[in-house]
């Protein structure tokens, strides 16, 4: 073959099925393949000798201005791959999670110069309990991590302080994994006692305990080639770490009160809380459990450390309140409001903030004086005994204005509010929802 007769760069990276670019060190795209202008909308002249950033990232900038991890800076800094994840828009200008592997082009000196880019677009799932909610650079960095590990068969451990969203993160590993048309089973370990989690873990045979009326399935049986979710995994006592890495190690379980092995195919996603590190020095927790279960460790992070993803995760929770839509966009003072607050209680604090908020608010729109934290709440007394006197007045007509000021009174707390009332919760909840329906 001739050299006149040898393919061009456009012919070789066209036979790549998902958008490729190749971009020089001063973010110029050198060459894109049909499927990255078929993506982002444009033909060849109005992609080829443009910045990356204005291609795909709609923006005057680079995305590291904007928070984003850039791989053409870092592979041009180090000489070395990267997998990352990133927000871009797409052909319609919609914002689409993609899963980037960026690569060194090397001259024959050894020096790179270029980058090669691959892009795939990660479809975000129709099931609110499986997406992450977010832009942050954290985040992103989190969601490129779940993207790799979530197609393997490898046990992963959550790491992260209470209220972050382990579940929620579970959730998602198993969405993207292969076993996503198999069950999502969950156990919480820190609700159970030592008896119940091992049934509930590994089942138990006829007459095993007292009130073993019968047979028993147990979770990981109740998993068999899905994903079993282990919350607070540290719970679980010596006893029953023993018997969990055997079930990690060969794939088998036996039940309570049962002599045989039984064989299932799970995936073990755990979580904890806790420093399981401190935790095996004090012999708390098997070392050798610890290191099959940190085949993948995760660290999730605090929402403190990720306030970019406040207002995104606010007006999700909205969206899912009854009227809540309504409270959306969120003004700039809420939402400076909102940041001033390290949320020591992570995004479940934040969501029961919100819902806080919107009954606070009731017909009106959430204003920063709705958002109550917790440190402000409680230096108020308790007003569950000594109702004021402008309720005291109330009880026997339950109006409209006096259901408004015990909720304004007890900064939002139902129980309190229901008790200066002397009505139920059940009461009181049935009462708000007909005020925001009018």
């Known amino acids: 073959m001739t050299d006149s007769a040898k393919p061009n760069c456009e012919q070789i990276i066209d036979m790549l099925p998902e958008p490729f670019v190749v971009i020089d060190r001063n973010y110029n795209i050198v060459a894109a393949n049909s499927a990255y202008l078929e993506r982002y909308g444009k033909c060849r002249d109005n992609v080829v000798g443009h910045h990356c950033y204005a291609i795909s990232h709609r923006s005057d900038v680079p995305c590291s201005q904007h928070g984003e991890h850039c791989p053409l800076e870092s592979v041009f800094a180090t000489g070395q791959p990267l997998h990352v994840m990133h927000v871009h828009y797409d052909r319609e200008s919609k914002e689409e999670y993609v899963q980037i592997q960026a690569a060194p082009i090397h001259g024959d000196d050894g020096e790179v110069l270029y980058m090669g880019e691959y892009i795939q677009a990660v479809s975000q799932s129709s099931d609110d309990d499986c997406s992450l909610i977010g832009r942050s650079r954290l985040l992103l960095r989190l969601t490129s991590l779940l993207q790799r590990v979530a197609p393997t068969q490898t046990t992963v451990l959550l790491l992260g302080e209470s209220g972050v969203g382990k579940e929620r993160v579970a959730a998602y590993i198993h969405h993207y994994s292969k076993r ?39 979770l990981f049986e109740a998993a068999d080639g899905g994903t079993l979710f282990i919350d607070e995994v540290c719970e679980l006592p010596l006893s029953l770490q023993t018997k969990l890495l055997r079930a990690l190690e060969s794939g088998t379980i036996r039940r309570l009160g049962g002599t045989e092995y039984i064989k299932v195919d799970v995936r073990v996603i755990a979580a904890t809380n806790r420093n399981v590190q401190e935790m095996v020095a004090e012999g708390q927790f098997r070392q050798d459990l610890y290191y099959r279960l940190t085949a993948f460790p995760i660290n999730i992070p605090p929402l ?21 839509d309504r409270h959306v966009p969120l003004s700039a003072e809420v939402i400076e409001r909102l940041l001033s607050y390290d949320y020591p209680g992570n995004v479940r604090e934040l969501r029961n903030i919100i819902e806080r908020a919107t009954i606070l608010a009731c017909e009106e729109v959430i ?5 109550v934290f917790e440190g402000a709440r409680s230096a108020v007394p308790a007003p569950a005994h000594s109702p004021p006197p402008e309720l005291l007045s ?12 015990a909720l304004r009174l007890s900064h939002g707390h139902r129980a309190r509010a229901a ?19 009018g």
């Open 304 to 324: 403190r450390e990720r306030k970019d993803d406040i207002a995104a995760l606010t007006e999700h929770f909205l969206s899912h309140l009854e009227q809540g």
């Open 367 to 371: 204003s920063p004086s709705h958002i």
């Open 394 to 405: 109330r009880r026997g007509r339950l109006t409209d204005e006096a259901i408004i000021d």
């Open 180 to 218: 996503a048309n198999k069950p999502l089973v969950v156990v919480d370990c820190g609700t159970l006692g030592e008896n119940l989690i091992e049934s509930e873990l590994f089942g138990h045979e006829k007459g095993a305990f007292t009130g073993a009326v019968s047979r028993k399935k147990g």
């Open 419 to 437: 008790r200066m009332l002397d009505i139920s919760e059940r009461t009181l909840y049935r009462r708000v929802q007909q005020l925001r329906r």
